[in-house]
């Protein structure tokens, strides 16, 4: 990372960080509390941001990954790896907030519902990928593979999705929530879920951005190792 | 396009005379699918219990066992081509690279599809399953499957193949991927053991369908990456 970058770059975990103590206060303080569901809807503003920066991620991972193939730009790769894991670490927060509320709520941990197992199944394609690059040491042959992989994780996931909703319906609707979509919401908890998708949206672009950034020093040090031990 | 098929039908030569001479992987295959057949019925009871349920737990233990074996079939013929080099060769032939990933796709397909048919035919006589009845609806479920598996797999074993860990990357990539194959083949195969018929299979061949195409087409688009150098 150059020094312009720096420069360009350093309000942005701040500013972050404001937003999500305000996505947090707005959590707490200005949404109203659910009539039906009582306190346990308030793990609805990060399960659902985590839900859309995990898949917002995995499409930056096919975008870089076919940017990757096309240019073969190094620097697409390091994103493309970044972007993966990011997103799995948000992909995990959904798996773990989901259960969390479904248990007071529906009074199960897990249900086998159709975004649920999309999620699931989402989870473990992308764990692979990263498998997939930890097991090769190679790196342009790695770079290649792991966008191959991005590539097709991600032309997967409606087909994935269809099968699975498919599946489901096939089967006696379990005691699913369904929501009235998001127009029904009062302003005081559009509030709290516009801002906390705001806050983890850029706490994902901080987490990139930071991954991206170690990994090309790493990619570095590689570089001068290799040149010391030629030379 | 002559010389795409001549490739093609190379490769599939190749492979099956390699395994004529050999019967290495074809026999592993059918073995370890006829050992998880087995040892499912040791699981769940003789013949996968009995009732409404058993006929839905067979078609799942069925795919789940030729799943299972495709695993190992993919990883050999992928690994054989480590072994001898063929990466580098297919690399180094002006030959279509999705020429040669069709190739290997199809030779994958055959040793599947053999093995499935003495997997039928032990599901008929181990859990008294009338395959006969529905033997055209079962072969075109057991084909449209078997196309999505081999078209996967080929791509994912060419890319485990050349990792540190060899094999044992292929399930964790593969299964994940394989899914919606697993139950749309599951549920299709369901349908007509338990006398559902066509009209509750058809939307699943369909899905099956549509996912052979799109694999198709985008592996044979992206193996080019994975043969370089």
């Known amino acids: 990372m150059d020094h312009n970058e720096r420069r360009a770059f350093g309000w942005l975990p701040i500013l972050t960080l404001v937003i999500l103590a305000f996505a947090i206060f707005a959590n707490f303080f200005i949404a109203g509390t659910d009539r039906l569901q009582g306190p346990p809807q308030r793990i609805f503003y990060i399960h659902v941001p985590s839900a859309w920066v995990a898949f917002f991620a995995f499409f930056l991972v096919f975008i870089f990954s076919i940017k990757y193939l096309a240019k073969r730009n190094p620097d697409d790769d390091i994103r493309a790896h970044a972007c993966a894991e990011a997103g799995v670490v948000f992909c995990t927060l959904v798996l773990i907030t989901g259960p969390i509320w479904a248990r007071p709520v529906w009074g199960v941990w897990w249900t086998w519902d159709a975004r649920l197992t999309t999620t699931l199944i989402l989870w473990m394609i992308y764990v692979g990928y990263l498998m997939l690059r930890a097991y090769m040491t190679e790196p342009e042959q790695r770079a290649r593979f792991a966008a191959v992989m991005g590539i097709i994780g991600f032309l997967n996931v409606p087909i994935v999705h269809m099968s699975v909703e498919w599946w489901r319906t096939l089967h006696p609707k379990p005691v699913v929530m369904r929501s009235g979509g998001l127009r029904d919401l009062p302003d005081s908890m559009h509030v709290a879920l516009w801002s906390s998708l705001l806050a983890f949206t850029l706490l994902f672009v901080c987490f990139a951005r930071k991954r991206a950034q170690i990994e090309r020093l790493n990619a570095r040090v590689e570089e001068a190792r290799a040149a010391r031990e030629g030379g | ?229």
Request: net charge neutral.
């Open chain 2, 1 to 229: 396009m002559r010389r795409f098929f001549s490739v093609l039908s190379a490769v599939v030569e190749k492979d099956l005379r390699l395994e004529w001479r050999t019967k290495e992987s074809l026999l592993v295959m059918v073995v370890f699918a006829l050992l998880v057949l087995t040892l499912f019925s040791f699981a769940f009871g003789p013949g996968g219990g009995s009732g409404e349920n058993a006929r839905s737990l067979q078609a799942g233990i069925l795919w789940v066992s030729f799943l299972f074996a495709c695993v190992i079939g993919l990883s050999r013929t992928m690994g054989v081509e480590r072994e001898s080099a063929g990466f580098s060769a297919m690399c180094a032939s002006p030959a279509d690279p999705s020429a040669l990933y069709l190739g290997k796709v199809v030779s994958a397909a055959v040793l599947m599809g053999i093995m499935e048919l003495v997997g039928f035919a032990v599901l008929a006589v181990l859990y008294q399953v009338d395959v006969w009845k529905s033997a055209g609806a079962l072969a075109l479920i057991a084909i449209s499957a078997t196309v999505g598996i081999a078209a996967a797999g080929s791509l994912f074993a060419s890319m485990s193949a050349r990792t540190r860990t060899r094999e044992v990357l292929l399930p964790v990539l593969m299964f994940p991927v394989l899914v919606p194959v697993l139950i749309a083949a599951v549920k299709a195969t369901e349908a007509h053991l338990g006398g559902g018929g066509w009209a509750d299979s058809k939307d699943w061949i369909r899905l099956m369908l549509v996912y052979d195409v799109i694999f198709l087409v985008a592996a044979s688009l992206l193996f080019e990456y994975i043969l370089e150098e």
